[in-house]
């Protein structure tokens, strides 16, 4: 839980630009936040980047947060905009469309396997190398409908696509990450 | 297809990566990218310019004002030695400095020179300042005068405007401080490095203690020279630093990883969080699961000053009890003909194992003893189990080591 004096110490030196206070605030944020980053963007040091540039958002941004919500929830929101930002700039073009090139893994067999993947008691480490296999369309949608709990209607006004597209990544990413899994499992029986 | 959402929300709910300090000295370079003007040194820098001039200013000022006032009063002339000097002016500029602690964190090792009291640090040694001003002529009273200053004890009756000073404790390197003045004149702080920072009347000075030595607190004379009340010491701690191996050490049949600590006092350690009892300096941790693991060390030396190191260590399969998976009882090759794993014919843990035939669930083989391996006879039966088969063997330790499971099972086949 928030030690929400502790916080608001921090904030308050963070506003003075304070060093401490900005480093302070970073550490109390960085793992979390980091594991966000990676969730959208595969290249470890570009999450490192956009980290970074998410916290500089942070600082300059403090003096707008006014403590009624959860802090740890506004940062995060700031973070996982600025990774949409980022991906956004690297294709240079709307990239928020469902498109089955940019998967790894051929989606050649249907698979029903719920029962076997309800059984799986899934590593966080596994989680995120599944999700960072998926296409940035079908990763990006999958994250934030799945983790961030937004909805369609939400995550089609972020991302300039229609509410029929982000269901439809949605359930397209869903599908392979059901395939990479059961790979997965098998592998590991092997 | 919800079963899948769930599973990732569940896995990533907490997900958290270990802090890495690189993170922060690239953070702060864009920072200062950003502010190129706001970083502590030019603070400092830019800080100690304006204070030098506000000094030199006030220097000038006063000593003019002081020498005008000086010159009209002539309070008392004494005979002056064998100087220069034509006239000398005594002036006895009674002060008794009685201290008040207003700070809760009053520490008992007072200097010498203040008497403790319950909530009052008493100046036993009050000053007197002696002056000495040359008074060659008016003119040159409009410069600055140039003054020595010679302290000695001041009777107890003269008594005159006393300053509240509350005596710090000793501090650790990098920790933060607030220091109140209650009094109506502006204190001082004076920072090892002889950086004077003012605590105006009735305010708070906050700062990081990012200077290790002596800092003191005090008043400027009239002739702007430091004058420390109460100080306190700034200890840099002594720093820690983790090696570890990068594999773990199977030797014992245990998945160990040896941790060594360089540090000069005891260790307290964790692991992924949580308190080990040990505290020495070279420690092993039985990594069982695959995972992340982060292992952390602190200290706290003779001051009380803190420091910690870590070391994270990824595993990347389960402990098996280092079981193989297949045996051939008829090889030439003695070391392949019997099934025991490894891991119990190197730990000396009491343990069941059985050899269960997978295809009608009978129990066929059964030891309690690593030196009697499974040689692929059926006990049922006295005979060799069929080649190429499958058999799911399993351990049941008694005593499992902390944080282990007491169960093991796995796959053999018979070749």
Partial sequence: MENIEKLKEIVEGCLQNKRRSQEALFQMFYGKMLAVCMRYISDQDTAQEVLQEGFIKIFDKLEVFDFKGSFEGWVRRIVVNTAIDSIRKAKRAPILKDNDNDFKVEASNEIEENEKIELIELRAEKAVEAIQKLSPAYRTVFNLFVIEDYSHKEIAEMLGISEGTSKSNLSKAKKNLKQILTEEFSNLRE | MRNIEDLFKKSLKDHELPYDKKAWSEMTKKLDAKNPGTSNGLKWIFGAAVFAVMVTTYLFLSSNEASKERQAELIQTEDAPADETNNEILIKNPVQNKLKSTDQEVDNKFDKEFCCGDEAIVVQKPIVEELNIKTVGTTELQQPVYREVAIVPLAKDEIKSPLYFSKPKDRCLNSDFSYSNANDKSIYLLWPSENLEEINAKESLDINLDEKGKYQIGTLNQDQEFKEFVSFMVHQSSV????????????????????????????????????????????????????????????????????????????????????????????????????????????DAAFKMIIIDPSNGAVIFETMNADQPWTGINMNTGELVEENKSYVWKVVLQNPEKGESPEYMGTIVRL
């Fill in chain 2, 240 to 347: 820690i630093q983790l090696t570890a191996k990068d594999y773990l050490d199977f030797e014992n049949g245990l998945p160990e990883l040896n941790v060594q600590a360089f540090s000069d006092h005891p260790v307290d350690w964790t692991l992924n969080g949580e308190n080990i009892a040990q505290k020495s300096n070279s420690e092993n941790f039985n990594l069982f699961d695959k995972g992340s693991y982060i292992i952390k060390a602190s200290t706290a030396d003779v001051n009380g000053c803190q420091s910690e190191d870590q070391v994270s260590f990824y595993v990347e399969k389960n402990y098996n009890l280092l079981a193989v998976n297949a045996f051939t009882p008829n090889s030439m090759d003695h070391r392949n003909t019997y099934f025991m794993p490894y891991a119990l014919t190197k730990r």
